[in-house]
């Protein structure tokens, strides 16, 4: 018998009334926000001023045939997420495969790789900073010069050749846990049959990883892949805590630091919430790109 949807709505009341909050806070801190800045991106406003002057798309036009530090912080920031979905996935799937057997000490190891994550990206940006890449008394440089490569050495965080790659791999460092982490589960689902039927076929453990291991691990990977894409368009804690983008230069400038640096320390609110909307069309096309790779593996599999 069928329910009216009266009825049907009544029965499930109690399951609706659970997603009323999480709606609420959704709509509150992501509907709300990002609509009021679209709003603002047409106007031209600093932000403490009562009246806001209409320019319609001028802040857009502005922003593309105006402004050079926008195409500087555009190509950083596809460099800089690049090199950290590159890193992250790699590394993340290198040490998953060592480690995703069960054992106390795998288990030390897991803590271990995974401690970065929870850190407070200002300790991390500060230990970097100031004990590895510091070109006076640093690790590194010290390092170089007791093994003879003092020709190496350089301000990292200052040369426009250094200085966008080793902010990225810091936050690979940092991000690495979270790729190991979601790896070790895709292998832990891999049924434990397969590899006994490779190892009955006479397969080596190249060609049990290469033909059993990473065709199953495809979803994970799209997955792992598409979430750190958005870490990396997104950042913004990390590069600002180390190079504060890069000064007058830009070296390490990328999109949200131009827009916090345009709309906190010039008050160009407009301007600056037309960057965040740009930013947000990227970040709901990697959304997008991650659904298309999913959907793509689903029909493969069917």
């Given at each position: 018998m069928t329910l009216s949807t009266k009825a049907l709505l009544k029965r499930n009341a109690a399951y609706y009334s659970f997603l009323l909050l999480p709606l609420t806070i959704y709509f509150v801190f992501f509907i709300f926000p990002n609509a009021k800045a679209l709003v603002w991106s047409f106007f031209k406003w600093d932000g403490m001023a009562p009246e806001m002057e209409f320019v319609r798309f001028r802040n857009y036009v502005d922003l593309f045939t105006k402004d050079t530090r926008f195409y500087i912080a555009l190509k950083n920031t596809f460099i800089y997420t690049f090199i950290l979905m590159i890193g992250s996935n790699l590394m993340g799937l290198i040490i998953a495969l060592l480690i995703h057997r069960p054992s106390r000490l795998n288990n030390v190891f897991r803590t271990i790789f995974y401690l970065p994550g929870v850190l407070a990206t200002v300790a991390i940006g500060s230990m970097w900073t100031l004990g590895i890449y510091n070109p006076n008394f640093g690790v590194l440089n010290t390092a170089l010069s007791a093994i003879g490569l003092e020709s190496l050495t350089t301000a990292w965080l200052a040369d426009p050749k250094t200085a966008l790659a080793c902010v990225a791999l810091v936050h690979v460092w940092q991000n690495l846990g979270f790729s190991m982490i979601l790896y070790i589960a895709g292998l832990q689902e891999i049924p434990e049959e397969l590899y006994e039927a490779t190892a009955i076929e006479g397969a080596s453990s190249w060609q049990t990883i290469w033909h059993v291991t990473l065709?199953?691990?495809?979803?994970?990977?799209?997955?792992?892949?598409?979430?750190?894409?958005?870490?990396?368009?997104?950042?913004?804690?990390?590069?600002?805590?180390?190079?504060?983008?890069?000064?007058?230069?830009?070296?390490?400038?990328?999109?949200?630091?131009?827009?916090?640096?345009?709309?906190?320390?010039?008050?160009?609110?407009?301007?600056?919430?037309?960057?965040?909307?740009?930013?947000?069309?990227?970040?709901?096309?990697?959304?997008?790109i991650q659904r298309w790779f999913l959907r793509e593996d689903k029909g493969v599999k069917s």
């Open positions: 065709p199953l691990l495809r979803r994970v990977a799209a997955m792992v892949m598409v979430l750190v894409l958005i870490f990396g368009m997104r950042s913004f804690d990390l590069i600002f805590i180390m190079t504060e983008g890069g000064s007058a230069f830009g070296t390490t400038e990328v999109l949200t630091t131009l827009l916090f640096r345009q709309g906190f320390t010039y008050r160009k609110v407009g301007f600056s919430n037309a960057i965040a909307v740009i930013l947000l069309c990227v970040v709901v096309l990697t959304s997008a």
